[in-house]
Antibody
Framework: EVQLLESGGGLVQPGGSLRLSCAAS????????MSWVRHAPGKGLEWVSG????????YYADSVKGRFTISRDNSKNTLFLQMTSLRAEDTAVYYC??????????WGQGTMVPVSS | SYELTQPPSVSVSPGQTATITCSGD??????VCWYQQKPGQSPVLVMY???KRPSGIPERFSGSNSGNTATLTISGTQAMDEADYYC?????????FGTGTKVTVL
């Protein structure tokens, strides 16, 4: 069974940092691009960042460019999102998702990141 | 940046057809996907490449895309279809989500 399991969320103060992880299982992780998507309370889905299957190419939404860094460890089937200079508007549930040719075919259960003092 | 616009809400009676639109500049030139999200749950892909259903998605879900508008149609809507729906397209190496539509089954 294909599974994605996020971890690393939790309360963080404005200006702080956090690293999210996403453990993948049930598929050949190294063959697929991956993305992070967030869902802020009362708002719609927002794509945050994506990474190619090899990790050579990375992409970011303008709202997080320069503050967030996506990476992956294909030997450990794990996706990461390093978040720095966090703001209140970054408060959201963060999902990792498997890219299946321009669509996000499998999603994790999400991890909540509240940014508040 | 590219934008996709959806109506905030759509209401439908059980057994009737729900139509959800997604508008964007020359959207018909791109592939569109649709996601269903129920409260407290992760999104689920219900349509990809405009009109293809992933395994396990009921046949009552169908899609189309032409011109500036993509459409997700739910025929014979059931109570279980009540959810938020988001369209999504790929533009300039980024995913773009629509504003979302809440489908209410009355």
């Amino acid at each position: 069974e294909v599974q994605l399991l996020e971890s690393g969320g939790g309360l963080v103060q404005p200006g702080g940092s956090l690293r999210l992880s996403c453990a993948a299982s049930g598929f050949t992780f190294s063959s697929y691009a991956m993305s992070w998507v967030r869902h802020a309370p009362g708002k719609g889905l927002e794509w945050v960042s994506g990474i190619s299957s090899t990790g050579d190419s990375t992409y970011y939404a303008d709202s997080v460019k320069g503050r967030f860094t996506i990476s992956r460890d294909n030997s450990k089937n794990t996706l990461f999102l390093q978040m720095t200079s966090l703001r209140a508007e970054d408060t959201a549930v963060y999902y990792c998702a498997k890219d299946v040719g321009g669509a996000l075919g499998v999603w994790g259960q999400g991890t909540m990141v509240p940014v508040s003092s | 940046s590219y934008e996709l616009t959806q109506p905030p809400s759509v209401s439908v009676s059980p057994g009737q057809t729900a139509t959800i639109t997604c508008s964007g500049d020359r959207l018909g030139d791109k592939y569109v996907c649709w996601y269903q999200q129920k409260p407290g749950q992760s999104p689920v892909l219900v349509m990809y490449q405009d009109n293809k259903r992933p395994s396990g998605i009921p046949e009552r879900f169908s899609g189309s895309n032409s011109g500036n508008t993509a459409t997700l149609t739910i025929s014979g809507t059931q109570a279980m279809d009540e959810a938020d729906y988001y369209c999504q397209a790929w533009d300039s190496s980024t995913y773009v989500f629509g504003t979302g539509t809440k489908v209410t089954v009355l």
